[in-house]
């Protein structure tokens, strides 16, 4: 290793070698200095690179690479190269050669400013550990001493951070510790380099270690896609098959007096499993416990009406509670068996801030859905009436739906139609998310030529509103645009004449132009925003970015998302 570090250091000599103070030789040191730092730069560049296709698995073959990297290009490589470097120059002062030619030689012999003899200078002193734990009387030196072998390698450390920060981007920051802590050792495991030498190799170490922070952003973090694939929990394992058997003959019992048969019991009444449940959503047909309507909601007041039906404020006179009837105008038969299945799948979401749904019923005047009233007003009308919301009461809206859009599709129900009319924030000022989609007749509007859903055109996403079937990506899109229009009070794309204009608008993937763009949250709402869902982050990749930014400001994710006006009396 003493062959390569003095080829690094004839190489640094040749590469900047002024003729002033303090001396061409400890100008070299710098410069060697500078390339040493290329090997933490040259680490942070391929986690980055590694990251590009493993995502944010860190767990087997990726976590001993980012170790592996750390280990090798912040701790092995510096470490080797300053020490021999150091012990160059000491082999000179002791009159050896170092590994270097007989014309350097020559020029390190000679005499500059405040340093003198230049062989003398670095190679004839203190190491680090005597120089900081064995001061010289002069206070002015120790003081030297001390900003340039604590101070600067205080903020090289910083710099390495920042490096590891910028190679994972778009992922938790934690393997970034197998990075700076690589560096922590190699900064203690090089006391004993000569204290001259450590000082101006700190010099040169720094400054290229921030400048590579730009070769490493340019890298650029993985995409959303390979970050989705990555946060998809693993496959598991199936058990080995049991190696055949050869088969005992059959057994033959005794004759004897035929039993009588076995008391039948009445089947008890289990409760799904989540994964029997999901099945059961998928097959059409009537539920348990639906049946003529008898009377029991009494009907209060109407909530709205569309071209899917009419919603009513009802009282529900068995359990004396106050529901939602969501009724279906003259449904056929693709309408209730729709309306059935997602009913099923909807009951299994069980989140705060999604609506639940108790029943399924036949009124007079259609089948009607049993839901969960919530009192309170639109996000639409709080914006219209109370303005736009700032960064922190959206982030906190941003992560509420995210995460109840989530628990909706770990069930296997997608939202289909969000917009802001169908987030109500309660008088608390808490959001909860309404009408998933479900009752939609063939006449209505916002449906496609082959009858299915796309929901509102201004917020509806491209890859939807083109024709590709609904996905969780696309109800990502939708949530962004709602948190857009949260924040400046239009939909993303500008509203249109008419909703033809809007639906083409959606179609053709025109760029978003009324976002925030002074909002904190612009950039991601612009990724969230992409045309291509393979390039969206994921909602669970939105949750925890937004949630560590609110943390980073000191708020909790929970709480209102609106100002909380007191109801008059």
């Known amino acids: 290793m003493d062959s390569i570090a003095s080829w690094l250091l004839s190489l640094a000599h040749n590469l900047f070698q002024p003729g002033f103070c303090p001396g061409d030789w400890v100008w070299a040191t710098s410069m060697a200095g500078a390339l040493i730092a290329l090997a933490p730069v040259a680490g942070a560049m391929l986690v980055a690179i590694v ?16 170790a592996g990297i750390g280990v090798i290009f912040m701790l092995f490589l510096p470490w080797l190269l300053s020490t021999g470097i150091s012990s160059i120059y000491r082999d000179v002062f002791a009159g050896g050669s170092g590994g270097l030619s007989a014309s350097e030689l ?58 590891g920060r910028v190679a994972l981007r778009r992922g938790p ?9 690589s560096f922590v050792a190699f900064v203690l495991f090089s006391v004993g380099v000569e204290a001259n030498t450590a000082v101006h190799l700190w010099l040169g170490f720094l400054p290229v270690t921030v400048l590579g922070v730009i070769p490493v952003a340019l890298v650029g973090p993985p995409s959303w896609s390979v970050i989705q694939n990555s946060d998809r929990p693993p496959e598991p394992k199936r058990p080995p098959e049991p190696p055949a058997r050869q088969q005992p003959p059959p057994y033959v019992p005794p004759a004897e007096e035929p039993k ?36 029991r909601f009494k009907r209060i007041r109407r909530l709205g009406h569309g071209g899917f039906g009419t919603v009513w404020q009802a009282q529900d006179t068995q359990l004396g509670r106050t529901v939602a009837l969501k009724i279906a105008h003259a449904p056929d038969r693709d309408t209730e068996e729709r309306m059935q299945r997602e009913a099923r799948a909807l009951a299994l979401v069980n989140h705060p801030n999604c609506v639940r749904v108790y029943d399924l019923v036949e009124e007079h005047d259609g089948l009607a859905l049993v839901m969960e009233y919530l009192e309170g007003q639109s996000l639409a009308d709080a914006v219209d009436g109370s303005g736009p919301l700032d960064d922190v009461s959206a982030g906190k809206l941003w992560a509420t739906l995210a995460s109840a859009l989530s628990a909706a599709h770990d069930k296997g129900v997608l939202h289909r139609d969000m917009k802001p009319s169908n987030v109500i924030v309660d008088p608390g000022g808490i959001p909860h998310l309404i009408d998933f989609g479900i009752a939609r007749s063939k006449g209505d509007a916002k449906l496609t030529a082959t009858g299915m859903m ?19 990506a696309s109800d990502a899109w939708q949530l962004a645009a709602t948190v857009s229009f949260a924040l400046s009070g239009y939909p993303p794309r500008g509203t249109r004449e008419t909703p033809m204009a809007a639906l083409m608008a959606a179609a053709r993937a025109e760029p978003p132009s009324q976002l925030p763009r002074q909002s904190v949250h612009a950039r991601l709402l612009m990724a969230s925003l992409d045309p291509q869902p ?30 909380v006006v007191p109801r008059v009396q």
Do not use: H
């Open 173 to 181: 920051k934690w393997p970034g510790r197998l990075l700076w802590v």
């Open 51 to 66: 990251r590009k296709f493993t995502g944010n698995r860190y767990s087997g073959p990726a976590l001993f690479a980012i």
């Open 534 to 563: 393979r390039n969206r982050p994921t909602l669970n990749a939105v949750r925890r970015e937004v949630e560590g930014w609110l943390a980073r400001s000191g708020t909790s994710p929970e709480g209102p998302v609106t100002r």
């Open 106 to 163: 020559d020029t390190m012999g000679r005499e500059y400013c405040f340093v003198g003899v230049q062989s003398e200078y670095l190679g004839g002193g203190q190491n680090v550990y005597e120089t900081l734990f064995y001061p010289s009387d002069s206070v002015l030196a120790y003081g030297y001493y001390l900003g340039g072998l604590v101070g600067l390698p205080i903020l090289a450390l910083f710099a390495v951070m920042l490096l």
């Open 454 to 472: 796309i929901g509102t055109p201004d917020y509806t996403s491209p890859d939807t509103a083109a024709g590709a079937q609904a996905s969780p």
């Open 260 to 295: 009588p048969p076995p008391k039948q019991y009445p089947p008890t009444s289990v409760a799904p499993s989540p994964e029997a449940a999901g099945a059961l959503a998928a097959v059409p047909g009537p539920m348990p416990g639906t049946g003529e309507g008898n009377g």
